[in-house]
C-alpha cells in the first residue's frame, strides 16, 4: 500500500511564499505520475503540478506557472511544492497523489494524502 504524507501549509499574507513536502512511503518511481492538487471549499479538486516519472517531466497548471515550482529529494522519496507570490484565491487544502496515468485531473490516482491547508490572507 502506498501512503502520501504532505505537510508544510500555513497561513500567509497575499504575496508570501510557502513550500509544500509530500512524503511517499515507497521508490516514487514505482508509480508514473505524482501531482499536487487543490481544493477550495465549494470548489471542485484541481490539479496545480505534477512530476511524471518515467521522464522527470514536471507540468503546472497555466494559473501557477512561472509561481509554483516542483523539485524533489530523490534519496527520500519526497515531492516538493515551492510557492511564490501567494494569492487570497488559492487558499485551500493542499494535496498530492500518485496514479499511474500522467495527467492534472484528480480522477484517475488512486493513492492520496490527507493534504494540508494553506491559507493566503489579503
Known amino acids: 500500500q502506498l501512503r502520501l504524507v504532505e505537510s508544510g501549509g500555513d497561513s500567509v499574507q497575499a504575496g508570501g511564499s510557502l513550500r509544500l513536502s509530500c512524503t511517499v512511503s515507497r521508490n516514487m518511481y514505482t508509480v508514473n505520475s505524482i501531482g499536487w492538487f487543490r481544493q477550495a471549499p465549494g470548489k471542485e479538486r484541481e490539479g496545480v503540478a505534477r512530476?511524471?516519472?518515467?521522464?522527470?517531466?514536471?507540468y503546472y497548471t497555466a494559473s501557477v506557472k512561472g509561481r509554483f515550482t516542483l523539485s524533489q529529494d530523490t534519496a527520500k522519496d519526497i515531492l516538493y511544492l515551492h510557492m511564490n507570490n501567494l494569492q487570497p484565491e488559492e487558499t485551500a487544502m493542499y494535496y498530492c497523489a500518485a496514479g499511474s496515468i500522467a495527467t492534472l485531473d484528480p480522477t484517475p490516482y488512486s493513492y492520496w494524502g490527507q493534504g494540508t491547508q494553506v491559507t493566503v490572507s489579503s
Open positions: 512530476l511524471d516519472t518515467p521522464s522527470d517531466y514536471y
